[in-house]
């Protein structure tokens, strides 16, 4: 029976690559992950179709950024549950503590629900799978197959090329934005490498964060910009790795393992450049007062991410508002 029951994982799983290949040949990966996600949506693996998500939206002038904005989604609550069982079956053993994002324990802990897609070479090592409770449509979690740790650990060499990996594979993404969240930055498996991938939201236009990136300066901070330091470039991805290379080296050296960051890739509907982003964190710094979760990278573009009673509670209240989310956001912020 056990050997029945992986036989059809992997039938089913080479099927989808298949297909998901030949999309992504004649379409683009766009393509290939919205395929990958109408799959995992019928095959009832994405446990969120984001129907009792709200949004909320809080004006203001402090900053260069008009807004900031809270996104109340009740069903993030339940994500460290994961989506099946705990434990695996009768003649299988867990690698690695159980990791959510090896293979070999998605396919029990998943009940055979979960499949992915293996990107094609040169970036084969990484493979898409989808988040069963996204933070918006089409939310993909871009995992290294190999048990990677997230952090660079103190290897420049590392720190760089994870940032040209994530533009490698969001230049490929026309309207769609890339981020990773470092160890003690937002990184809900520190134990497994990987990227968040998703389509740029439509209805509520540019991020806070974006708002922000034509009073950037070249010395990098000023409280009148936004609320945490970033480090922002914008061009073609080989200018764009050649440019942060430099910098993030210098900077890996002052640091080395005294800190993590939140690393964002934004392209644009027209694929005619990309925007980096360098959010510089500490890694003891992962909570904001008021937040019951960590700021990763989407909290560091200005969308807060709330999904208990309590702070709905304060939302409508009240309790939160613009000021008091850039307080949230100044907190966990170090210069660069």
């Not at 498996?189 to 509520?204: A, T």
Request: aromatic residues 8%; hydrophobic residues 40%.
């Amino acid at each position: 029976m056990l050997a029945s029951l992986l036989a059809s994982w992997e039938r089913r799983q080479t099927e989808l690559q298949q297909q998901l290949a030949a999309d992504h040949r004649d379409h683009g990966l766009g393509a290939a992950l919205r395929a990958l996600n109408q799959q995992q949506l019928d095959m009832g693996f994405i446990r969120d179709t984001l129907q009792t998500v709200r949004h909320f939206r809080f004006p203001g002038d402090r900053f260069a950024a008009d807004h900031f904005r809270v996104q109340f989604n009740p069903a993030r609550a339940r994500r460290f549950g994961g989506v099946g069982p705990a434990l695996p079956p009768p003649g299988i053993d867990p690698v690695h503590g159980g990791c959510f994002l090896c293979q070999e324990n998605i396919r029990w802990q998943s009940g055979g629900l979960e499949l992915g897609y293996r990107l094609p070479d040169p970036l084969g090592h990484l493979k898409a799978w989808m988040n069963p409770f996204p933070l918006a449509p089409n939310h993909v979690i871009l995992a290294s197959r190999d048990h990677d740790e997230q952090h660079w650990h103190g290897d420049a060499d590392r720190l760089c090329s994870l940032v040209a990996e994530l533009i490698e594979v969001v230049a490929k993404l026309p309207g769609w934005m890339g981020f990773y969240n470092g160890v003690g930055a937002g990184a809900s498996i520190p134990g497994h490498l990987h990227h968040h991938l998703m389509p740029r939201p439509d209805v509520q236009g540019p991020f806070p964060l974006e708002q922000s990136f034509d009073a950037f300066g070249r010395e990098g901070w000023t409280e009148s910009v936004y609320p945490m330091a970033f480090l922002h470039w914008r061009g073609t991805p080989i200018d764009l790795k050649s440019r942060m290379s430099d910098w993030l080296r210098a900077w890996h050296g002052r640091v080395e393992r005294e800190a993590t960051a939140n690393i964002i890739v934004l392209n644009r509907p027209d694929g005619e450049s990309l925007d980096l982003v360098f959010v510089p964190r500490h890694p003891s710094r992962s909570r904001a007062e008021g937040l019951n979760g960590v700021v990763g990278a989407l909290e560091a573009m200005g969308e807060i991410i709330c999904s208990s009673p309590e702070e709905l509670e304060r939302i409508e209240s009240g309790r939160i508002n613009y000021e008091e989310i850039a307080e949230m956001l100044s907190q966990v912020s170090i210069a660069p």
